[in-house]
């Protein structure tokens, strides 16, 4: 019997990557905020009390979550959540984002690397992290993600908006990024459940590029016309990008950017 997987936020973006890369492998049962998509629940943030009765009567054994909402009732969620998971045989992989680290764009960060963020969305969710793995320790995975694409994600239906429409397009050619590739997402969520690993990992290439040339790429990638691009520059050489460094994950689950831009098309 296929073990059953609680996906918090499934109808967003990263919630369709994890359907596509678990649904052959894990039952999954989706959540969404605005309707109960099929074969799930309508669950909001805000509803703590509406999440225990649905993790009682499902019993899962693996819980994701990309769910939204507003950060205090997101943290309120996440500890109900821990708490109700907590010393049983159960895990939580917890959705993050690089953003955890842009205080200090300096350089790329590793895994091992104590978060640094600035920003209330990147202090948020370095303190649900925290959170989370004060309650949960091993059962917990976190999967911090760096920007995320596909050929039809919101960042490529934005380019072509703009392309069509000659609106400026504001690109940051100051940033050095790496990106992750939606289809990796799944792809490492199931091997990570499979191989019973634990604690954070950096999902997405293992090289850098510069931000308004990997858009220009993506472009030309998928005979986008240019859109106006706008340079916001500050002069300064920055990076925002989390590398993987995890020895666990083997050789052919790692992209390069030249492997999203192929993915693309």
Partial sequence: MKKKV????????????????LEYSYQIIPTA????????????????DKLLEILAYENPEIVISSIRG????????HKTLANWLSGKQKRLLYISTANVFDGDLSKPWAEHDPPMPESDYGSFKRDCETMLGNILENQLIIFRLAAVWSADCPRVQQLKRHSQTKEPYHTYPDYNINVTPAGQIGTYAKYVLENNLHGIFHVGTTDTVNYFSFEKMVCEALN???????????????????????KEIPDDLQMTVSDVLSALI
């Fill in 224 to 246: 986008i016309n240019l859109p106006q691009f706008v340079a916001e520059t500050e002069g300064t050489e920055s990076f925002f990008a989390i590398l993987p460094t995890r």
């Fill in 33 to 48: 905020g605005h309707h109960a998509p099929e074969n799930g629940y309508q669950l909001l943030a805000e509803e703590p």
């Fill in 70 to 77: 507003d950060y205090p009732s997101q943290m309120n969620f």
């Fill in 6 to 21: 609680l996906l918090l936020g499934g109808n967003s973006f990263v919630g369709q990557s994890m359907i596509s890369g």
